[in-house]
């Protein structure tokens, strides 16, 4: 029977399987019975009927979403580590990168089986969106949510429980428009009733809706939850497991939504025409002080608990199967290394060493010493040591590795999701969109004078010859929107890539050839009845 997922049925069981777990986790008070001798076949919709339950299975699901976005849960390489690659942040010589980043680029596979960079982030943002809708349905259903008496005859905790299932449904949706060249638009009004009947190939009746459309879909939905945390009678607090040991309350939950409706605002767009074409004037709106994080949006890992720690930081701060990208380091160069290694035939590339005063590249004793985010691999005697392989030459090798992280905060640290920069950033590009250069100087000079201890810019640019930094690929001086970007590559790299991949296609960076968007996975074409198409090469919707 082909369904609207191929795996519906079992995520489905997965979720409920989560719930009755979270309930036993708390020692099973409020968590109704279950009969789980046949665990493969439980009924979600008795799960979904108890408040508990429902709020525990609704409130975990941010650990799928941060899965997909961070790199954790089954998998949890893709697709980070790909497109991290892909917009030139790190260098490997894994395959599950290779396919999208060797030269010259050629068609993404999307045929066989496997194919995680697209398969899982299909699949587990629908297991997102699955989850919060059959949780919204429920809420309106009438199930209740923590304590109900004279004063929350509704449950005291339902308004809550409605936010964040709103958040999960409009974030996954706004993910899905930046990820995939089209997605299904669904929410709990959504008439979903064929599943349960057989549908045969090519009769699907849900239709497609466009990447663009799809984001906007996304935002509109988490609008709503930003209402509807407003019209909360308390300010809320979230249980410390949503965002694992994070307290985060109402108010503050509301400019976290404010941060994603900006991120679904801006980073559906796959060329600079499309990035001109973004609301700048409602970036600007939602990133205002007050209506914007003040710290970081972040997560604990925890070994122990499931989607908590982060594939991506981790290969951000390799030494081995990862190095920082010299597409990443390049431009703070001014030496004119970084030029003559762009000039240089692919095959023949190989590491390079920068001069930089930008102190977050190299210290201030020269180019040998680490800076404050990357330093180079040394022995035992402290000699450079160059650790990548060799299998597929010299072409990615690249001397630099994160060291801001350190080797374990991946697995024990608190990782950032979204953080204040991104936010001040963004409001420094919509200002420099719509003429007002002067208010973008103080938002890009806050990460780059504290920490890259670089001169700040003005509204005439980086400064001159030959101390500007960053540079452009040709040596000259870069101007406002570069310095802009360089501060956001080189102090978010360890931020959800997705992000990164989103600005590299946006500012016309990618290399010829390389995928600005996802296919759907060939797996949910051949059950849909659907031909098979890619991206990547010569295809059409590849980066010119």
């Given at each position: 029977m082909p369904?609207f997922?191929?795996?519906?049925?079992?995520?489905a069981?997965?979720?409920a399987?989560r719930?009755?777990?979270?309930?036993a986790?708390?020692?099973?008070?409020?968590?109704m019975s279950?009969?789980v001798t046949?665990?493969d076949?439980?009924n979600?919709?008795?799960?979904?009927?108890n408040?508990?339950n429902l709020e525990n299975?609704?409130?975990?699901?941010?650990r799928t979403?941060?899965?997909v976005?961070?790199?954790?849960r089954?998998?949890?390489s893709?697709?980070?580590?790909?497109?991290?690659a892909?917009?030139?942040?790190i260098?490997?010589?894994?395959a599950i990168?290779?396919?999208?980043?060797q030269?010259?680029r050629v068609p993404f596979?999307?045929?066989?089986p496997g194919q995680?960079?697209?398969r899982?982030?299909?699949y587990?943002l629908y297991?997102v969106?699955a989850?919060a809708?059959?949780?919204?349905?429920?809420?309106?259903r009438?199930?209740r949510v923590?304590?109900?008496?004279?004063?929350s005859?509704s449950g005291?905790?339902t308004?809550?429980?409605?936010v964040?299932?709103?958040?999960?449904l409009?974030?996954?949706q706004?993910?899905l428009g930046?990820y995939?060249?089209?997605?299904f638009a669904?929410?709990?009004?959504s008439?979903?009733?064929f599943?349960?009947?057989e549908?045969?190939?090519?009769q699907?009746?849900l239709?497609f809706t466009?990447?663009?459309?799809m984001a906007?879909?996304g935002?509109?939905q988490l609008?709503?939850?930003?209402a509807?945390?407003?019209r909360a009678?308390?300010n809320f607090?979230?249980?410390?497991?949503?965002?694992n040991?994070q307290?985060?309350?109402?108010?503050?939950?509301?400019r976290?939504?404010?941060g994603?409706?900006v991120r679904?605002?801006?980073?559906w767009?796959?060329t600079?025409q499309e990035r001109a074409?973004?609301d700048w004037?409602k970036?600007l709106e939602?990133t205002?002080?007050?209506n914007?994080?003040?710290?970081?949006f972040?997560?604990l890992a925890?070994?122990t608990k499931s989607?908590?720690v982060?594939?991506w930081?981790q290969?951000?701060?390799?030494?081995?199967?990862?190095?920082?990208d010299?597409m990443?380091?390049g431009?703070s160069?001014?030496?004119?290394?970084?030029?003559r290694?762009l000039?240089t035939p692919?095959e023949?590339r190989?590491?390079?060493?920068?001069r930089?005063?930008?102190?977050?590249?190299?210290?201030?004793?020269?180019?040998n010493t680490?800076?404050k985010?990357?330093?180079?691999?040394?022995?035992?005697?402290?000699t450079y040591?160059?650790t990548?392989?060799t299998?597929r030459g010299?072409?990615i090798?690249s001397?630099?590795?994160?060291?801001r992280?350190?080797?374990?905060h991946f697995?024990?640290g608190?990782i950032?999701?979204?953080s204040?920069v991104?936010?001040?950033?963004l409001r420094?590009?919509a200002?420099?969109r719509?003429?007002r250069?002067?208010?973008?100087v103080?938002?890009i000079n806050?990460?780059r004078v504290a920490?890259?201890?670089?001169?700040?810019?003005?509204?005439?640019g980086?400064?001159s010859?030959?101390?500007c930094?960053?540079?452009?690929d040709?040596?000259?001086?870069?101007?406002?929107m570069?310095?802009?970007?360089?501060?956001?590559?080189?102090e978010?790299?360890?931020?959800?890539p997705i992000?990164?991949?989103a600005?590299?296609?946006?500012?016309?960076?990618l290399?010829?050839?390389?995928m600005m968007?996802?296919?759907?996975?060939?797996?949910e074409?051949q059950?849909l009845g659907?031909?098979?198409?890619t991206?990547g090469?010569?295809?059409p919707?590849?980066?010119?």
């Amino acid at each position: 029977m082909p369904r609207f997922f191929p795996t519906f049925t079992a995520r489905a069981r997965r979720r409920a399987l989560r719930a009755v777990a979270a309930c036993a986790a708390l020692g099973g008070v409020g968590c109704m019975s279950l009969d789980v001798t046949n665990a493969d076949t439980p009924n979600v919709e008795d799960v979904f009927a108890n408040g508990v339950n429902l709020e525990n299975t609704v409130g975990l699901s941010f650990r799928t979403l941060y899965g997909v976005t961070m790199g954790s849960r089954t998998n949890s390489s893709w697709p980070v580590v790909p497109i991290g690659a892909l917009a030139e942040l790190i260098t490997t010589d894994l395959a599950i990168a290779w396919e999208l980043i060797q030269e010259p680029r050629v068609p993404f596979n999307n045929v066989d089986p496997g194919q995680w960079t697209n398969r899982k982030p299909w699949y587990d943002l629908y297991e997102v969106i699955a989850t919060a809708t059959d949780a919204l349905r429920a809420l309106d259903r009438g199930v209740r949510v923590g304590v109900v008496n004279a004063a929350s005859p509704s449950g005291a905790d339902t308004p809550r429980a409605r936010v964040w299932s709103r958040f999960m449904l409009g974030a996954s949706q706004v993910y899905l428009g930046i990820y995939f060249d089209k997605a299904f638009a669904t929410d709990e009004t959504s008439d979903l009733s064929f599943l349960q009947g057989e549908i045969q190939p090519g009769q699907f009746p849900l239709e497609f809706t466009p990447y663009r459309a799809m984001a906007a879909f996304g935002v509109r939905q988490l609008e709503q939850a930003v209402a509807e945390a407003r019209r909360a009678p308390t300010n809320f607090t979230l249980p410390l497991e949503w965002v694992n040991q994070q307290t985060i309350n109402r108010d503050e939950l509301v400019r976290i939504l404010n941060g994603y409706i900006v991120r679904g605002l801006v980073y559906w767009a796959r060329t600079p025409q499309e990035r001109a074409q973004v609301d700048w004037n409602k970036v600007l709106e939602l990133t205002a002080p007050g209506n914007v994080i003040t710290r970081d949006f972040s997560v604990l890992a925890d070994v122990t608990k499931s989607g908590t720690v982060s594939t991506w930081l981790q290969y951000t701060q390799l030494q081995t199967d990862a190095r920082a990208d010299n597409m990443l380091i390049g431009p703070s160069d001014t030496s004119g290394t970084y030029q003559r290694w762009l000039q240089t035939p692919f095959e023949q590339r190989t590491e390079i060493q920068v001069r930089t005063p930008d102190r977050r590249i190299h210290g201030a004793g020269g180019p040998n010493t680490n800076g404050k985010y990357f330093g180079q691999p040394t022995d035992a005697r402290g000699t450079y040591v160059q650790t990548m392989r060799t299998g597929r030459g010299t072409t990615i090798f690249s001397r630099y590795r994160g060291i801001r992280y350190g080797t374990q905060h991946f697995q024990i640290g608190q990782i950032p999701v979204m953080s204040p920069v991104e936010m001040d950033l963004l409001r420094a590009e919509a200002f420099l969109r719509l003429g007002r250069p002067a208010d973008a100087v103080p938002l890009i000079n806050r990460t780059r004078v504290a920490n890259g201890e670089l001169p700040p810019v003005t509204v005439n640019g980086t400064g001159s010859l030959p101390a500007c930094v960053p540079r452009k690929d040709d040596g000259s001086c870069g101007d406002l929107m570069d310095a802009m970007l360089y501060e956001k590559r080189i102090e978010l790299q360890s931020v959800e890539p997705i992000l990164h991949w989103a600005d590299w296609r946006a500012f016309g960076k990618l290399q010829r050839g390389s995928m600005m968007q996802f296919p759907i996975h060939g797996r949910e074409l051949q059950v849909l009845g659907l031909p098979i198409y890619t991206f990547g090469g010569s295809n059409p919707g590849s980066a010119p």
